[in-house]
């Protein structure tokens, strides 16, 4: 029926004219052209208002001193397309080769400009629709029980013009500044102004208040030329190296430290800025005062009369007057062009900035409301790279795949394997695989175990945070049990006053592997999906609930797990006591003497030799086997009567001697002493 | 031990004791000889002797007098003079006249005969006091026959007395004799019951038991109040000797569970003085009821292996950790008591009864699970031990061509045909693959049209996407025209060389003239193809048929590389297959050059049934299994007749064999023979399937997918075709018993994974439902939702545990980390 109405992509309901659009993002930055091509590759109805001329306008004025923090690597020594997007922080997912930020820029820490043009290159190479000079100004909701949220979403421009969306994706990431009132708050210059001309600031005294990578990089770019620099702010400074956490301050910034910490030039202080107060004296000095002696003070009074903390505490710290006084705290999401009835509310705490949402990016207010990008690091703040392009390239993906499963009925891409590959499609992901590397704990790798364990599906990066609607979010079944592969840091090791450099912080052996510190593959066992009760209740500080069994693949020097017995054997034997099989390779010989020999054959033989595909393996390899232990040469033994079965003690023996012991449960079950 | 063998004598003696105190007749030693008037004169009342008339010593009972001169001893034990009567010849009496008495042995208490004993029923030591006790303990051991017997005896003992119920498989044994001392000595206290009576013993309970070997049960009837319910039953483990049973009733006898209120360091129970463990349960006031209702379950899964007390720690000040619940005092001397945080009472029984395990539990636990852990990392996979064994060997790759995301279009465009194998090159098969691959390069060097190359899927994930390529390794051979195929036969060098070989004829071949296609049938082929082509397939089709033609050409798409197909569908095709006596559309079959051609009716118009056909037709009649062909048959999901045999198949039984096959052309089995020369894990097949290696060659039948029996063609018979019908006939009617029968057993993992969460559980007990030990019970908290609480107990975890370092730690291995990794801080956490 609505396709019937809006057939010409305009909607005429009442008097007011719409253009319709299954698809609405607004902003044309790099989440908004990253589900624009997601869309368009879908084939999908689609339109992308973007306010300014041009693609990622954030990047043409921001960062103000032009330098991406967000790393460029060139060379990684690998070929591997797919393990070169761990350390490949800019370029945005397409099929087009061309399109890898590599090709624009060989700085490992790139100009912004670079990326205003790949942006630019991204929209246009890609061809995507994108309406350019719209500023959405208001966005409210249209009740309608065909529509496939029931709810339209009705969006205007400055222009009056109104859009009728069935669902809205919002990528405006987050760009109103963050401000502070307090006394005297009119002297404070903003970091959208400041001059970054180093000259300007030439023998001045400076106060910068906040202390994220845009203070630092603001302090950076005058250090050599500043009497010198207080930064202050309400929380101390962390460390991107100490947290894991790249929002926090990277050591391409960090020059202030050197200078404070070695020779106490410049300095950091904590306080609450709502506390503060500046005076400005009679020759243009800001003084630092307090809110509360402003207050108490009488108002009829000069200048003079202001108390300052060093008229009672004569060694007050930044008694000094400074000449200049910057703020640099940030941004916020822009809250004002949703109406009332969209419930776009603010998150809590530390999140204030971000709207809230739901783990599968949806608004907690209006269904068919997705956030995209930057401003949906609600999900993963301070842990995981959700508010950065090569994290958010990965979810917006997702998000993607979950409105195809929802309003188009495409269930989220998954590949069937025999049971044979399953240690294989784990090494390979955990090996090569970018979104899981970019968005640890927030996006997992799914494994959906089918009947009698003989073949698994396998399901890329998925959300982790909604696990429990894995079917309905995915269209598929998980009935017999699944696999949930993730990577995690070790606990406790991260943090900002931790010392991530302490002695004998990396584990080696495979045994000790679940206290691995750095960033490694974590196998989560669940016999049935977790249940939303249980993932309402599992413990905050942890992305899943409790499973069944647990693997951790023990963290490595390389990130490469293929080693055959450090990482491959022990993951082998994991997911061989989940399954209750033996999932071990065999030769054909192997294979032909349990066909005759036994009624039941391991997996690999079942689903190999049997259907014609044994391994015959070369002379010189069945060789390495007999040495081993592992597989018996017939062949030399002189076969001669009871020497026959009398001489050998063999290692086939051994071979059905192990697959004969017994099998100890994963977990133990503590039952009742008294039964 | 020697301690315990002490204990032992020193019981035995006691028992003997017992014996000995009963009035004695005459001289100890020694056989006595007297008159019959001396003899019965001597006789006393309630005295018993065992007396044997002769006249003059006959040759035929000098044996018989052996043994009776042995028995003098052990029947003097019980109180037993044995008397040999040496009659007059002109005795006529009673005892000495008859010629058939002089062959028996007469039993008298006082001047009463008791029983008389023919002289073959006496035909040892333990055959005569056997017999001899069983004669006078008529009214202490009741002799049952049925079930019904037995029940009866129970019942009437329930609430009273115990009893104690053998089987002897028959009388007369060493076994037997056991049962009657025991009894000589018990006999009051408990009622003894014997049978020899296999049947009882199916319905006492034992699912499989094992009649050829005697039993005891010691039947706790006096405890039992249910009428309804049998007594509860503890067999004894141990062989029956006199030693054994003795033992047993003086466990049996002793208290289920002994109250201690002592340092159990000095508690001696019958148990430790009989050489076996001591279970102590650790009880409290507040636990008291729930503690004596496990020991006494305890006390009863371990009757006969182990004692059980009581312990109150209220009453004695242990200094042990508050957590412990179970105690175990071993009768070795100087071993300390090991004091145990156990979790259920199945660890009881597993620490008594499994001696390993309890050696384990014995050793610091810390050690006990590197121990366990051993195994765990040793590589147990055949392939991937193989390559890693190989990787230091340097593969000569120069023949094929490697490949990356840039090159793979361009190169296939090179060669008519382009053999890609995409692999991973840190993944087993793959690599062994590679190895294989190798091989056939070298074997394909100069192959005109044909080139080899590779693609690693890990350097190069884009390409091994877009081919599709799900599985590694995969073989695919790319055909300059755009078609591809994907390999999907047997991974080894020479199938894999014939397929290449095989796949650039096309597939089915299509021939102009008759005479060409008499040619192709009589396998004039390129002389390339020559070595690898076993059987000419040809479809003949009429100008009419060309549905059937189009799955015949469509069969032949699927079957290319592993079969050549010809086809012929001229207008004289009538006049070649009437030369066959076939109708086309039909299939005319060549099977080795120069033999006749076979003709079938192709009634098949479906591709997948066309191949279906295809391949069953060209199966052997009788094949030589090998390694490689065995998957064919096995499809057929039929038995197996197969003759293994040492080298060729003689003449003869290959004559009859093939007389079998040939004799019904829709077998019900697949028969075949092995070349143990060829095939020589044969050897292991007989190995399983025989105790002894049998004589070659051997027949044998294998239901390999219904039933797994195995049987063996009688070694007496020779192989003719008569003979094995009338054999298959028998093992039909199931007349005839196999030699084996293949293990049933699933594929369970080979050893178990590291129990990460096990481990976690100590440190982050946030993750886990924490499981908190209290006494006799088992409570799942739910974790609290402040997480406050939760911060301190991850606190002092660590702090706990930061004193154990570095022990055990296997030096060489550190370096494997990011940073070497010197002490192990947060490893793990003692129990104790």
């Known amino acids: ?95 087009d080769r061309r399109l890898l930020f590599r090709h624009y820029s060989r700085d490992f820490f790139p100009d912004a400009d670079t990326m205003v043009r790949y942006l630019e290159d991204f929209a246009s190479l890609l061809k995507l629709q994108i309406q350019y000079n719209t500023a959405i100004v208001h966005i409210t909701l249209d009740r309608d029980q065909q529509a496939w949220n029931g709810h339209y979403f009705v969006l205007t421009d400055q222009n009056r013009q109104n859009y009728k969306c069935s669902s809205l994706l919002v990528a405006t990431g987050t760009w109103v500044p963050n401000v502070v009132n307090f006394p005297g708050s009119e002297y404070v210059e903003g970091y959208e102004t400041v001059s970054i001309n180093p000259e300007d600031f030439a023998g001045q005294t400076v106060l910068i208040l906040g202390r994220g990578n845009s203070a630092f990089e603001t302090a950076e770019n005058i250090l050599g030329v500043t009497n010198f620099i207080h930064m202050v702010s309400r929380s101390r400074v962390r460390l991107s190296w100490a947290t894991h956490y790249v929002g926090d301050l990277r050591a391409i910034n960090n020059g202030l430290l050197d200078t404070y910490q070695l020779k106490s030039l410049d300095g950091l202080l904590e306080g609450d800025l709502e506390d503060l107060a500046i005076v400005k004296d009679k020759k243009g000095k800001l003084h630092i005062t307090l809110r509360f002696y402003l207050e108490n003070r009488n108002t009829s009074a000069g200048i003079d009369s202001i108390t300052l903390p060093q008229d009672e505490l004569d060694n007050f710290a930044t008694r000094a007057p400074y000449d200049r006084v910057i703020r640099c705290l940030g941004w916020k999401f822009d809250f004002s062009i949703y109406n009332r009835s969209l419930r776009l509310m603010p998150g809590k705490g530390n999140k204030k900035k971000y709207p809230q949402i739901k783990p599968s990016y949806e608004s907690r207010g209006t269904r068919g409301l997705f956030v995209l990008g930057t401003a949906s690091h609600s999900v993963d703040f301070r842990k995981s790279a959700g508010g950065f392009i090569h994290g958010f390239r990965y979810t917006t993906r997702a998000v993607h795949r979950l409105l195809e499963n929802r309003h188009h009925s495409v269930p989220w891409p998954s590949t069937v394997y025999p049971t044979t590959q399953l240690t294989n499609s784990i090494i390979k992901r955990v090996n090569e695989a970018s979104g899981l590397y970019q968005m640890f704990g927030v996006l997992a790798d799914i494994i959906l175990l089918r009947e009698n364990a003989t073949a698994f599906e396998y399901l890329e990066e998925y959300p982790v945070g909604v696990l429990a609607e894995l079917e309905t979010q995915t269209g598929r079944k998980a009935p017999n049990g699944l696999f949930v592969i993730i990577m995690e840091y070790g606990r406790n090791f991260s943090g900002a006053d931790k010392d991530v450099f302490y002695y004998n912080r990396a584990v080696g052996e495979a045994q000790h592997a679940w206290q691995s510190n750095f960033l490694h593959p974590v196998i989560y066992y669940y016999k049935r999906l977790p249940t939303e009760r249980e993932m309402r209740l599992r413990s905050p500080d942890w992305s899943l609930p409790r499973p069944d069994a647990i693997h951790h693949i023990v963290e490595d020097f390389l990130t490469d797990w293929t080693a055959p017995n450090a990482h491959i054997l022990p993951l082998r034997r994991f997911l061989e006591n989940c399954l209750r099989t033996d999932l071990r390779n065999f030769f054909a010989e192997s294979c032909f003497l349990f066909a005759f020999t036994r009624q039941k054959l391991p997996p690999f033989c079942q689903q190999g030799y049997v259907r014609m595909q044994g391994l015959v393996g070369s002379k010189r390899l069945q060789r390495h086997a007999v040495d081993a232990g592992l597989l018996e040469d017939y062949t030399v033994a002189d076969f001669t009567g009871d020497r026959l079965f009398g001489s050998r003690e063999g290692s086939q023996d051994q071979l059905l001697r192990d697959h004969a012991m017994p099998v100890r449960p994963l977990q133990h079950l503590v039952n009742a002493k008294d039964e | ?124 030591v333990n055959s005569i006091v056997a ?71 199916k319905d006492t309970g034992n699912d499989e038991p094992d009649v050829s070997s005697a039993r005891l049960f010691f039947c706790h009837c006096q405890r039992a109040m249910d009428l309804a319910q049998p007594c509860r039953r503890t067999p004894m483990e141990q062989a029956l000797t006199m030693l054994n049973i003795h033992r047993h009733l003086k466990l049996m006898g002793a208290p289920l569970v002994t109250e201690v209120a002592e340092d159990p360091e000095k508690v001696s129970t019958v148990h430790l003085q009989l050489g076996l463990p001591l279970v102590f349960i650790l009880s409290q006031k507040e636990t008291y009821e729930a503690d004596r209702r496990t020991a006494e379950f305890v006390a009863w899964q371990l009757l006969g292996k182990a004692g059980v007390a009581l312990l109150s720690r209220d009453v004695v000040d242990l200094n042990v950790l508050l957590r412990s619940n179970v105690a175990l005092k071993t009768p070795d001397e100087g071993v300390p008591i090991k004091y145990l945080v156990l979790e259920d009472t199945d660890e009881v029984i597993t620490l008594v009864e499994d001696k390993s395990k309890f050696e384990q539990i014995r050793e610091n636990e810390d050690e006990e699970e590197e121990k366990e852990n051993d195994n765990q990392d040793i590589q147990d996979d055949q392939v991937v031990e193989a390559i890693s064994r190989d990787r230091k060997q340097e593969l000569p790759l120069e023949q094929i061509l490697t490949l990356t995301e840039e090159t793979f279009h361009s190169a296939l465009l090179e060669a008519a045909r382009t053999v890609v194998l995409f692999y991973a090159s840190w993944e087993a098969v793959s690599l062994a693959v590679l190895r294989s691959y190798v091989e056939v390069a070298d074997h394909l060097k100069g192959t005109q049209g044909v080139l080899l190359s590779q693609v690693n899927c890990w350097d190069w994930p884009g390409v091994c996407t877009k081919e599709n390529i799900t599985q590694f390794p995969t073989i695919k051979i790319y055909e300059k025209r755009g078609r591809s195929l994907t390999y999907n036969g047997m991974l080894g060098t020479e199938e894999l060389a014939r397929f290449i070989i095989l796949s650039q004829v096309s597939c089915p071949l299509k021939l102009a003239t008759i005479d060409e296609a008499e040619g192709y049938l009589r396998g004039e082929l390129p002389s390339e193809l020559s070595s690898y082509h076993h059987t000419s397939v040809l479809g003949v089709f009429s100008k ?55 003709g079938i009716a192709l009634s098949k118009q479906n591709a997948q049934d066309i191949v279906q056909m295809i391949r069953y037709e060209l199966l052997d009649i009788f094949p030589e299994i090998t390694v490689q062909n065995l998957p064919h048959y096995l499809q057929l999901g039929k038995p197996f007749l197969i003759m293994f045999s040492d080298g060729d198949i003689g003449q003869i039984e290959s004559k009859e064999m093939l007389k079998l096959a040939k004799g019904r052309p829709q077998q019900a089995f697949v028969t075949c023979w092995l070349n143990l020369k060829n095939t020589p894990v044969g050897h292991g097949v007989l190995k399983a399937y025989f105790a002894t290696l049998p004589s070659l060659p051997v027949l044998v039948w294998v239901n390999l997918h219904t039933g797994g029996q195995v049987f063996k063609f009688p070694p007496d018979q020779s192989f003719s075709e008569v003979n094995i019908l009338s054999w298959l006939e028998k093992l039909k009617a199931g007349l005839e018993i196999p030699s084996s029968n293949l293990s049933e057993e699933d594929w369970k993992p080979p050893l178990p994974a590291y129990n990460f969460l096990q481990m976690m559980e100590t440190t982050v007990p946030e993750f886990t439902l924490h499981t908190s030990y209290s006494h006799g019970d088992t409570q799942e908290q739910q974790q609290p939702e402040g997480s406050e609480e939760k911060a301190t107990v991850r606190e002092e975890q660590p702090k706990e545990s930061g004193v154990k370092a570095e022990k055990g730690q296997s030096p060489g291995r550190d370096l494997r980390g990011t940073a070497p990794r010197l002490a192990r801080r947060e490893k793990r956490h003692s129990e104790l």
Not at chain 1, 46 to 60: I, L
Not at chain 2, 67 to 79: F, H, P, R, T
């Open chain 2, 131 to 201: 017999n001899v006790l069983f004669a006078l303990l008529f009214n202490e051991v009741k002799y049952v026959e049925t079930l019904a017997d037995l029940q009866n005896i129970e019942n009437s003992l329930k609430g009273r007395s115990n009893m104690v119920f053998a089987y002897v498989p028959a009388t007369g044994t060493a076994e037997h004799r056991a049962v009657m001392e025991a009894a000589f000595v018990y006999g009051t206290a408990h009622q003894f019951v014997l049978t020899t009576e296999a049947t009882l013993m």
């Open chain 2, 1 to 124: 031990m020697s301690a315990r063998t002490g204990r032992w004598i020193c019981s035995f003696s006691f028992l003997l004791l017992c014996a000995a105190s009963l009035p004695m007749l005459g001289n100890a030693n020694l056989l006595q000889e007297l008159g019959p008037q001396e003899y019965f004169s001597s006789l006393q009342a309630g005295r018993v002797s065992l007396a044997y008339f002769s006249r003059n010593v006959s040759p035929s009972a000098q044996p018989f007098l052996e043994q009776i001169e042995n028995s003098v001893e052990a029947l003097q034990d019980y109180g037993i003079s044995v008397v040999k009567v040496n009659c007059p010849k002109e005795d006529v009496s009673r005892y000495c006249g008859k010629e058939n008495a002089l062959r028996k042995a007469y039993l008298f208490r006082g001047n009463i005969l008791i029983r008389e004993f023919p002289t073959d029923a006496l035909f040892d």
């Open chain 1, 1 to 95: 029926l609505r396709l019937a109405l809006c057939a010409g992509t305009i909607c005429t309901t009442g008097s007011a004219a719409f253009l319709y659009h299954d698809y609405c993002v607004i902003g044309a930055g790099p989440s908004g052209l990253q589900i624009a091509y997601f869309l368009q590759q879908a084939g999908r109805d689609y339109v992308v208002f973007e306010r300014s001329h041009a693609p990622g306008s954030f990047f043409a004025l921001y960062p103000r001193h032009r330098k991406l923090i967000s790393i460029n690597k060139q060379y990684t020594g690998k070929s591997n397309s797919e393990f070169n997007l761990r350390h490949d922080w800019n370029s945005l997912l397409s099929h």
């Open chain 2, 544 to 598: 009419a048929t060309s549905v059937a033609r189009e799955a015949f050409v469509e069969a032949g798409n699927i079957l290319s590389g592993h079969v050549t197909l010809g086809m012929y569908f001229e207008d004289d095709a009538l006049a070649l297959s009437r030369k066959y006596a076939v109708s086309p559309p039909a299939l005319l079959l060549a099977r080795s050059r120069g033999q006749s051609v076979e």
